[in-house]
């Protein structure tokens, strides 16, 4: 029998491929140790911290071209002060520089008059050339100027001396003033050093007269322990005496008999009869014999407990083996399921290898493969 090869269509084999393509995909996305973080996208957090890192050498540029800019303008707003402060000193010297060349005082009219220079126009303009109204200083006024000057230059003597006086009469005030503060001052600081040094003695004495009461209580205070001790002392020996010699430690029958019914009974004397003591010894030995019987019961109830615990844990142990005995039957059972599950699904794969490349099956292949499902 000639094997047969039937043209595959196309679509069908673009869809194998694709599927193909599909499953080594997912197989590579799955078995990708880098990919198999549950909800963790490490390129999504790779390209944050990037961006972050970006965002911040962007911000810190900019706050470098603000501090340079602002750097910028301190500097130009400092050069135009000072630009302007020497436009102002050189306009003021070139000022003063015309007002002492084209603007003095001795160029002006009334010179004479404001600086005292007599004859200052006599030597620029002749007399013949003034007229009425040149005129400044007429002849008979200001008569008696040097007299007026001479009691101005005494009036300005006696006004400085007045007030060289009043100054150091202020002066001497002022001295004065803070000798007396001074003298006070130095007035209250020994006062206060004798108050301080006044109460110091009081704190001492005082401190003394505690010291001599608290020395005076203790030695009291210590004769009264004594006196109590030794008291005490006496009373406990006058006790141990009393009783070391009383009846009851010296066993006098005497003082112990007492008179009941017509009888003697002695009922305070620590010695004892034959007859209690054989009665004490008769009760210890049933004692013993009681304590020996329950030692004897609690050792058959130990061994009773012993065996009980013992058919438990046989008992336990018969469980324990058939437990493992069941599951390794179910273990033997689910690997033959699973054995035969897996020849099918070999079988099963093999048929569509054999279908989707050769587009022809055999009769063979099928019985083969209900032979093994069956």
Known sequence: ???????????????????????????????????????????????????????????????KAFDKLRTCHDQILL?????????????HTGLTHYWATHQRVEDTRDANVQCDLKGAFSTTIPESELGPASMQIFQGEDIGEEQRKRE?????????????????????????REMLVSKELVHQDCR????????????????????????????????????????????????????????????????????????????????????????????????????????????FQDAAWELQLLKLSRKAEDEDSRAVELRREMRIQTDRYNMQLAREQQAYQEYLNKKLYTNKPSKDYFHQFNSSSR
């Open 1 to 63: 029998m000639h094997k047969v090869d039937l043209p595959i269509d196309p679509s069908i084999e673009n869809a194998v491929e694709m599927r193909r393509s599909a499953e080594t995909a997912r197989k590579a996305r799955i078995f990708n140790t880098r990919w198999r973080v549950l909800g963790l996208d490490l390129d999504a957090l790779n390209q944050q911290v990037q961006e972050k890192k970006h965002q911040q050498t962007i911000e810190k540029q900019r706050d």
């Open 79 to 91: 050069q135009q002060g000072i630009d302007e402060r020497k436009k102002r000193a050189d306009l």
């Open 152 to 176: 101005q230059k005494k009036k300005t003597d006696r006004d400085l001396r007045a007030q060289k006086e009043e100054n150091e009469r202020r002066l001497l005030r002022d001295k004065h």
């Open 192 to 299: 206060g050093l004798q108050l301080r040094a006044q109460e110091e003695e009081c704190k001492k004495a005082a401190r003394l007269a505690l010291s001599n009461y608290n020395q005076a209580l203790a030695v009291e205070q210590t004769e009264t322990l004594k006196k109590q001790q030794r008291r005490e002392e006496r009373e406990n020996l006058a006790e141990i005496q009393h009783t070391l010699t009383s009846d009851m430690m010296t066993e006098c029958a005497e003082a112990a008999a007492r008179e009941v019914g017509g009888g003697r009974l002695v009922d305070r004397w620590k010695g004892m009869s034959p007859e209690q003591l054989s009665a004490i010894h008769k009760e210890r030995e049933e004692q013993r014999l009681e304590r020996q019987r329950q030692r004897e019961a609690e050792k």
